[in-house]
Nanobody, 116 residues
Framework: QVQVVESGGGSVQPGGSLRLSCVASGSISGIYAMGWYRQAPGKQRELVAEITRGGTTNYADFVKGRFAISRDSAKNTVYLQMNDLKSEDTAVYYC??????????WGQGTQVTVSS
């Protein structure tokens, strides 16, 4: 079984930066992609960015040029560097791990609040 734990959320002013971390543990062999999703109050959960085992990245249009996803395979960790944050980026950010022949695994989420 795979577990993922997020950290790094918090409050920041518009234009600020935050870096989220997601550590995967347990039976991590077979994970082929990890990503970040977010859910704002009253809205559906949406993809922010994803990185495959091969290093291919995919970003939502609304974060291109501002956010960057990266990984440290030795630490089983995926990062989301968020720059130039906007109020509309306020949401709970969830880490997701996709593993062959298994349902996606979700973390508990970390709150990101962008406000002046």
């Amino acid at each position: 079984q795979v577990q993922v734990v997020e950290s790094g959320g918090g409050s920041v002013q518009p234009g600020g930066s935050l870096r989220l971390s997601c550590v995967a543990s347990g039976s991590i062999s077979g994970i082929y992609a990890m990503g970040w999703y977010r859910q704002a109050p009253g809205k559906q959960r949406e993809l922010v960015a994803e990185i495959t085992r091969g290093g291919t990245t995919n970003y939502a249009d609304f974060v291109k040029g501002r956010f960057a996803i990266s990984r440290d395979s030795a630490k089983n960790t995926v990062y989301l560097q968020m720059n130039d944050l906007k109020s509309e980026d306020t949401a709970v950010y969830y880490c997701n791990a996709k593993k062959y022949l298994n349902a996606p695994v979700w973390g508990q989420g970390t709150q990101v609040t962008v406000s002046s």
